[in-house]
């Protein structure tokens, strides 16, 4: 079946960029995601791209995507602590593969320091 | 970002009791989606929903488990039988016509003991 791997934690200090990497197994995926889980809340979508793409920009938030690799990354500029939460990568297959559902990543704990 | 609401926030329940977790999914949105997230683990696909009927389910979606959308608003979860393993917490989730996102409702901590 599908899977999608990611780093546990990182950490970096406040006005830094950090970058999550995610990478998955599902070659016919059509969107992958990123979502953010701050403690003691649900998942918030950040940002997603279609598998056509390589790079997707939204303000601070910068998505990579190397399908030829399955690799996905999410670059945080400025980090800042507010950015502490954990993030999860996902993928949604294509309608012969996985139909709509996500299938996500182990979450990474990002921690900001000053 | 457009909201999903779920209720209660948090259940604790006996072992072997039925429970029921409610969404209120995002009111254009078409498809219908249950999680879940046991302590320290992946998200986990249960089942997803459209035009009344179920379109896809894990396998841990078993017979102890059901869905319906009994007013057309309310979007359900049932667990006939609780079990220790159930523990976790339940995402609702809602999409649209064009199926490229889903909305996470914030979850319902279940506690089976």
């Known amino acids: 079946g599908e899977d999608v791997e990611q780093s546990l934690f990182l950490s970096v200090r406040e006005g830094d960029s950090s970058v999550i990497n995610c990478t998955y197994t599902d070659s016919s995926s059509t969107y992958l995601y990123w979502y953010k889980q701050e403690p003691g809340a649900g998942l918030q979508l950040l940002t997603y791209i279609f598998s056509n793409m390589d790079m997707k920009q939204d303000q601070r938030l910068t998505v990579l995507l190397n399908k030829k690799d399955k690799h996905l990354s999410l670059r945080i500029a400025d980090t800042q602590t507010g950015d502490s939460a954990i993030y999860f990568c996902a993928e949604k297959g294509g309608l012969t593969g996985g139909g709509n559902k996500l299938t996500f990543g182990t979450g990474t704990q990002l921690k900001v320091e000053l | 970002e457009p909201e999903v609401t779920q209720t209660p926030s948090h259940q604790v329940t006996q072992m072997g009791q039925e429970v029921i977790l409610r969404c209120v999914p995002i009111?254009?949105?078409?498809?219908f989606y249950w999680y879940r997230q046991i302590l320290g683990q992946k998200v986990e696909f249960l089942v997803s929903?459209?035009?009344?009927?179920?379109?896809?389910k894990s396998e841990i979606f078993d017979d102890q488990f059901s869905v319906e959308r009994p007013d057309g608003s309310n979007f359900t979860l049932k667990i006939r039988s609780t079990k220790l393993e159930d523990s976790a917490m339940y995402f609702c989730?809602?999409?649209?016509?064009?199926?490229?996102?889903?909305?996470f409702g914030p979850g319902t901590r279940l506690l089976v003991l």
């Open positions: 989730a809602a999409g649209q016509e064009n199926q490229e996102t889903q909305y």
């Open positions: 929903f459209y035009n009344n009927e179920i379109s896809e």
């Open positions: 009111s254009n949105h078409l498809y």
